[in-house]
């Protein structure tokens, strides 16, 4: 058995995984974990994995959770291209802090963005109220602000002049409260062009493809009452 | 100027930086930011690290946020024993997958635990409302078990057979529920033993060493009004 990657790719980390793994033509087998189907809670994947969380990689007896790492591993075994994460110690440096600064900042408040405003009345039909929404989208705005004037200032891409890890893990957090709704770009020039790079870059269709899932989210059905149960108190710890 | 190291030892992903760079005999300069007094916020620091947190590096014209970046170029930079970031795909990947999981996991519940079980009675006089503080140390053990269960198994330490940068990180978040009076080792001999070993390869004198302001910190002085103020926001979101 060759790679496997467990991913849902209504999960931004999941979206990033998905990305650089086919961008990067690493050979694996997709085995997908319906979220909204409680599918990460069953006892199966708990073998798999017991976080019961995605993405998850599995390479023979290894087992890898954490998207950060599961990207790391990837670029080092299948020695993909450099841009990708520098071997300049600088550049490399650059992408290590923006891939630790984003845990509890934009993936957090990406998170909220869809919970509050898309999965939690639609999917989970909880009211979400429009002072909570209001202070989620507030909070999400500064992070945006952070993200253009201390990450990616004046350079094309977060760690320099070519994309990398950085780029593809920010990317897929945005389209989170895009696939919610929210006019991320609108108002900010300079996030919408890096965001055109960073597509150009992946690959449109490529790119299209890893976001079918999240742009489809509102529509999503709503939860069956068993799972909603089950999920009700991991998804309220998920976006504290 | 060589390098420079920004930190307070009250924080945690300071006293890794700090024990890293100590442990290895990296020359540096210790510029102290006090943390309750507000410098952090300074216009000067804002140079170091917009961000405006600890710790924060300075290397000549190169400035760089985040402890678990900080610590990957500390250890790239000057070519440090391969335990400590290990060169084996499988044992660097552990570090990986535990340094990323850390932060919204024990770090958060090692955080709130120090300020809700003692920083707010003891150095701004409130009192956290009980259930609140269950809630917290619920968590704090929830956290533990994980750690204990997914991360460290029956290792000696989380990569394997040696100490690494995943160990530093954990052991001095577990030191801010230690100093806030949590019996996190009892009936956890698994965790205590794990610990002594870290100490061990640590270095007692500098293990204490790093740790002596937090122990200190049930005796610091009650805020006056003006730290309160400053301390705010960052209270709220604490009791969030």
């Not at chain 2, 690494?164 to 996190?184: F, K, N, R, Y």
Request: aromatic share 8%; glycine share 4%.
């Amino acid at each position: 058995m060759g790679l496997e990657l467990y991913l849902d790719l209504l999960s931004q980390p999941c979206r990033a995984v998905y990305i650089f793994a086919k961008k990067n033509s690493i050979p694996f087998e997709l085995r997908t974990v319906d979220l909204r189907k409680g599918q990460h809670l069953s006892d199966a994947f708990a073998q798999i994995s017991p976080l019961q969380k995605v993405p998850v990689l599995k390479d023979g007896d290894f087992t890898l959770t954490e998207s950060v790492a599961i990207l790391l591993y990837m670029t080092r075994k299948y020695k993909v291209p450099d841009h990708w994460y520098p071997q300049d110690l600088q550049a490399r440096a650059r992408v290590d802090e923006y891939l630790a600064w984003q845990h509890m900042a934009l993936r957090r408040n990406c998170l909220r963005a869809l919970w509050h405003k898309v999965m939690l009345p639609v999917f989970l039909g909880e009211p979400v109220s429009p002072e909570m929404l209001a202070a989620t989208l507030a909070e999400l705005d500064v992070t945006l602000q952070v993200l253009e004037d201390k990450f990616l200032q004046d350079k094309a891409f977060l760690a320099g002049p070519h994309v990398s890890l950085a780029d593809l893990v920010a990317i897929t957090e945005l389209m989170h409260p895009v696939g919610a709704g929210c006019q991320v770009f609108e108002g900010r020039p300079k996030l919408a062009v890096w965001r055109q790079r960073v597509e150009a870059a992946v690959g449109e269709v490529l790119f299209q493809e890893a976001h079918e899932v999240i742009l489809k989210a509102k529509h999503s059905q709503p939860a069956d009452p068993t799972i909603k149960q089950k999920m009700m108190s991991r998804v309220l710890a998920m976006i504290q | 100027m060589g390098l420079e190291l920004y930190l307070d030892l009250l924080s945690q992903p300071c006293r890794a930086v700090y024990i890293f760079a100590k442990k290895n005999g990296i020359p540096f300069e210790l510029r102290t930011v006090d943390l309750l007094k507000g410098q952090h916020h300074s216009d000067d620091f804002a140079q170091v690290n917009p961000l405006k947190k600890v710790p924060a590096l300075k290397d000549g014209d190169f400035t760089l946020a985040e402890s678990v970046a900080i610590l990957l170029y500390l250890s790239r930079k000057y070519e440090t024993p391969d335990h400590w970031y290990p060169q084996d795909l499988q044992a660097r990947a552990r570090v990986d997958e535990y340094l990323a999981w850390q932060h919204t996991a024990l770090r958060t519940s090692c955080t709130r635990t120090l300020w809700q079980k003692m920083m707010f009675p003891v150095f701004l006089g409130q009192r956290v409302p009980p259930e609140m503080l269950a809630s917290t140390l619920a968590e704090l053990d929830r956290c533990l078990q994980l750690f204990e269960d997914k991360f460290l198994k029956d290792q000696d330490f989380l990569a394997g057979s040696h100490i690494s940068v995943a160990d530093l990180v954990a052991i001095t978040e577990l030191m801010h529920p230690v100093s806030a009076g949590c019996q996190i080792f009892k009936s956890r001999p698994k965790l205590e033993a794990w610990c002594q070993r870290v100490e061990a390869a640590v270095g007692e004198g500098l293990f204490q060493e790093a740790h002596a302001a937090i122990m200190k910190a049930k005796d610091l002085p009650p805020a006056d009004a003006a730290m309160k103020e400053k301390l705010k926001p960052f209270i709220q979101l604490l009791l969030q």
